[in-house]
């Protein structure tokens, strides 16, 4: 089974040195904003160690970057079609059914218009 999401360590890693770098700091400043050991920043910058999640929002929240940036895996088609699913998803959640109906008929008006085939 081919999964949507993974987490993608060693490019967390790379962002996270390259972040820290940008914002200036040294691994032992960043280790103490975020209350963990610098030997705990080396480790998750050469990818020896995989970051709770706790610990990435902290750098997010402690560099100033989209913890998006940190977790997406950039060059991959697919994951920018599964955010858009998501989003998509999300949008329709709280639709009615009728509603709902609606938007299949849009969505079938915009596949006849573009040539795709046409489900129902």
């Known amino acids: 089974m081919e999964w949507l999401y993974r987490l993608d360590y ?5 962002k ?5 770098k940008s914002a200036h700091l040294t ?13 705990a ?4 910058e050469s990818n ?3 970051p709770s999640l706790q610990t990435l929002v902290n750098i997010a929240n402690t560099l100033n970057i989209d913890i998006n ?3 997406k895996d950039e060059g991959t088609t697919s994951q920018e079609e599964a955010y858009t699913d ?3 998803n999300g949008l329709i959640h709280n639709l009615s059914h009728k ?4 938007m299949i008929y849009v969505a079938n008006g915009i596949k006849l218009y573009y040539g795709s085939d046409v489900e129902k």
């Open 99 to 102: 509603d709902k109906e609606f």
């Open 86 to 88: 998501m989003i998509l």
């Open 27 to 39: 691994q032992a400043k960043l280790a103490e904003k975020i209350n963990i050991s610098t030997n």
């Open 69 to 71: 940036d940190l977790l």
């Open 41 to 44: 920043v080396a480790k998750l």
């Open 48 to 50: 020896l160690m995989m």
């Open 10 to 14: 060693k490019n967390i890693a790379q």
């Open 16 to 20: 996270v040195k390259k972040a820290r």
